[in-house]
């Protein structure tokens, strides 16, 4: 049997995903991570980006997350999300209104939106739109 | 019949409280319920990252945060968590108890105390008893956000980060069950191992991305405000099942009193047609 990992994925409200996993690949600030079993110590946070917990070589679950922390020990991964959401349930609809939102904000030069938080809203629906994508085309 | 006339109105008016506190024991009891649910999906997030920060205290850090080193302790800051509204018995009462009894302690050992309330009753509290109140939120409904309490939260830290206090601590009710609540202090800064022990200290230490400063700046202040928030939620939820019992056992100590004026006035009632029949009995034998 492949090592495995313990992996507890939390929000602030809510488990969202215990268990023991092969790999995790999380969105990590400098740059997308890849932790294997026996991983050195690590903390760092997270970017909005997909979470992927590999279960085996068929299975894998993907989780949106807004941002966070994440934190190894050589045989736990704990990512600590400001929201998570399964991948799956997403609102498609709801991701694309808030991208448009996003970028009439960032259109808009009047000075009447904070630019910087249009920036982060944007980013946040683009990833929510690229996990979907990227679980579609793995589903078909 | 003019008998009894000021206790049938006494039971009346009490059969009202009555009814009052049943209503209040029936919402307490819904509410408790939400409150609890809430409580309880907050309580992962919290427990990781207090894990979290337990191996952070065993590590051995290239970089010491200023949150994790233990200095010599001038004065302490309380972030004192209470209920908006009362008639929830004794649960905020006891609570401030505890308080006094830890500020009296440290009075002895010529330790400052600075404080910030969350909820109302203990706003009320700290400024009658004239304790240095230096933030306070309240009226933050049955549903908490986390933005509300930032505020307390920022307060407190910079003060600890500016060496104004030397400790922090957060005081609530912690959630037994339904019947027990119980008042608790948990000291939230400096972060130290359970163990203060170098001996079981690893010689490991975290990688930090992007920087150590940054990373622990982040996850620190994220730790304190889901403690803070944890205490919020927890208080929220005692608050409820603390006045369902206090409303609890008001109707039932209103129908006691019912059932004891009522007998009282049965008694009385009796006693007047005894009377009544008596007159007429001794009248007619007097024809």
Not at chain 2, 12 to 26: G, L, V, Y
Not at chain 2, 79 to 106: T, Y
């Amino acid at each position: 049997m492949a090592m495995t990992i313990h992996v507890d994925i939390v929000s602030a409200e809510q488990e969202v995903y215990s268990g023991l996993a092969e790999m995790v690949f999380a969105p990590a600030e400098l740059g997308e991570v890849g932790i294997a079993p026996r991983h050195a110590p690590l903390i760092t946070k997270l970017k909005p980006g997909e979470v992927r917990v590999k279960l085996n070589d068929k299975e894998s679950l993907a989780y949106y997350v807004s941002g966070g922390l994440l934190e190894v020990q050589p045989d736990v991964v704990t990512v600590l999300a400001d929201t998570a959401i399964r991948a799956k349930d997403i609102d498609e609809a709801a991701a694309l209104q808030a991208k448009a939102r996003a970028e009439e904000m960032l259109s808009d030069k009047s000075g009447k939106y904070d630019y910087a938080v249009a920036q982060a809203e944007l980013a946040e629906a683009v990833m929510q739109l690229r996990t979907l994508e990227r679980l579609r085309k793995r589903g078909s | 019949m003019a008998v009894g006339k000021e206790i049938r109105g006494k039971i009346a008016s009490i059969k009202n409280t009555q009814k009052i506190t049943r209503a209040m024991e029936m919402v307490a009891a819904s509410k408790m319920r939400k409150t609890k649910d809430r409580m309880q999906a907050t309580r992962p997030y919290s427990k990781k990252i207090s894990q979290i920060i337990n191996h952070l205290a065993y590590a051995n850090p290239e970089y010491k945060h200023p949150f994790m080193i233990k200095r010599e302790v001038k004065r302490v800051g309380l972030i004192v968590i209470s209920s908006d509204r009362g008639l929830c018995g004794g649960l905020n009462a006891n609570l401030f108890r505890k308080v006094l009894n830890e500020m009296q302690e440290w009075k002895s050992k010529d330790i400052e105390v600075d404080i910030c309330t969350v909820g109302g009753k203990a706003a009320n509290f700290f400024s009658i008893i004239n304790a240095k109140v230096i933030g306070q939120v309240s009226k933050l409904g049955d549903i908490p956000h986390q933005n509300d309490i930032i505020g307390v939260i920022k307060i407190m830290l910079d003060a600890y980060a500016s060496g104004e206090i030397d400790e922090l601590f957060v005081v609530s009710n912690e959630f037994v069950n339904t019947m027990t609540q119980r008042p608790v202090i948990e000291k939230l800064l400096p972060v130290v191992a359970d163990k203060d022990d170098d001996s079981l200290r690893g010689t490991w230490d975290y990688l930090y991305e992007p920087g150590a400063k940054e990373v622990l700046d982040h996850l620190l202040t994220r730790y304190v405000e889901s403690m803070v928030y944890q205490g919020l939620v927890e208080n929220n939820a005692c608050e409820q099942a603390a006045r369902m019992v206090a409303m609890k056992s008001a109707s039932d100590n209103a129908g006691n009193i019912i059932k004891e004026l009522q007998l009282v006035y049965n008694k009385a009632r009796q006693a007047a047609i005894t009377q009544e029949i008596s007159e007429i009995v001794a009248g007619a034998a007097a024809v």
